[in-house]
């Protein structure tokens, strides 16, 4: 059994596929295939069942794919520490940047922190919340950014807390107001984002409260290609107030949200509680500490 192995297998599963798990790992499909098919024969018996287009873990899949997690953590872990050896002269750092707000947020962190350790690859992987979490958890990432989970599985340092403002189109109804309250919005559809976007979840949660499920206008992980929706009068999108900013353009107007306060983009860097995390993390996270925060003024 070799840890490429239970890698390709770990993916194939976290992918949904061999196709999947192949452009994942940059290497081709029929690799992917033969090192599964190689951990299936060490092993003595099928660790996946393959009914059509579907793939589903059989009982000893689920406890290899259980195992080699662990193992493929406790591997990174041993090599982070050795790495750590060198002062910074080499390493990795594994990290996850939120889909949104990355060129206003990050550029400049991800610039400088590349200035100050030039020796150190880094591995960058975009995503909404949950498919960072989900990353960070089985070890695939050392460090993520995320909304402030509630999963006592992680450690967090906080790094920005921004309220929303909606993208309306010029021609909206509310658009001359100051500001609009999201109850205002019941009648407009909304324009959401991918399912691995936690944010989502709290938009309709908060619709709910007020007493309304909104109509879904479309969905997308581009912050400009939503922008671009509501120019064409698809619907209205609620974003963090930097992301927003950047994306005023003729035919879309920018307000701020008045409600619900609680309603917020609140970006963390999280970890697995308890892991070992190495100097090129550590050294992230004290960036992150001194890096001023773009405002978030209206």
Not at 6 to 34: C, D, M, N, P, Y
Not at 54 to 77: D, M, N, P, S
Not at 156 to 163: D, V
Not at 179 to 189: C, F, N, R, W
Request: proline share 5%; aromatic share 6%; with cysteine.
């Amino acid at each position: 059994m070799e840890f490429k192995q239970l890698r390709s297998f770990i993916e194939v599963v976290h992918r949904g596929g061999f196709t999947q798990a192949a452009q994942t790992l940059h290497i081709s499909q029929s690799a992917v295939s033969k090192q599964v098919a190689q951990l299936e024969q060490d092993v003595g018996q099928p660790l996946l069942e393959r009914q059509a287009s579907h793939l589903h873990l059989t009982a000893a899949g689920r406890i290899v794919l259980e195992r080699g997690e662990a193992l493929l953590r406790q591997r990174q872990a041993l090599l982070n520490e050795l790495d750590d050896l060198s002062q910074m002269e080499r390493g990795e750092l594994r990290l996850g940047l939120p889909m949104l707000g990355s060129d206003a947020l990050f550029a400049g962190l991800f610039a400088e922190y590349r200035r100050r350790h030039p020796n150190i690859a880094i591995q960058l992987v975009e995503g909404g919340s949950r498919s960072i979490e989900q990353a960070v958890r089985s070890g695939e990432l050392e460090l993520g950014g995320s909304l402030t989970p509630s999963d006592d599985g992680f450690e967090y340092q906080p790094f920005c807390n921004e309220p929303l403002d909606a993208l309306l189109p010029a021609g909206h109804a509310l658009a001359g107001l100051g500001g609009v309250h999201l109850k205002q919005l019941a009648a407009t559809p909304f324009l959401l984002y991918q399912r691995s976007f936690v944010l989502n979840d709290r938009l309709v949660k908060a619709c709910q409260q007020q007493g309304f499920t909104p109509t879904e206008g479309g969905r997308s992980g581009q912050a400009d290609f939503l922008a671009a929706l509501v120019a064409a009068g698809q619907g209205v999108v609620l974003l963090p107030r930097v992301v927003a900013k950047a994306l005023e353009r003729p035919g879309v107007v920018r307000m701020p949200l008045r409600s619900p306060g609680d309603l917020r983009w609140d970006i963390a860097f999280i970890w697995r509680r308890g892991a070992y995390l190495s100097r090129a993390a550590q050294a992230w996270l004290a960036l992150l500490r001194e890096w001023p925060v773009p405002g978030s003024e209206a």
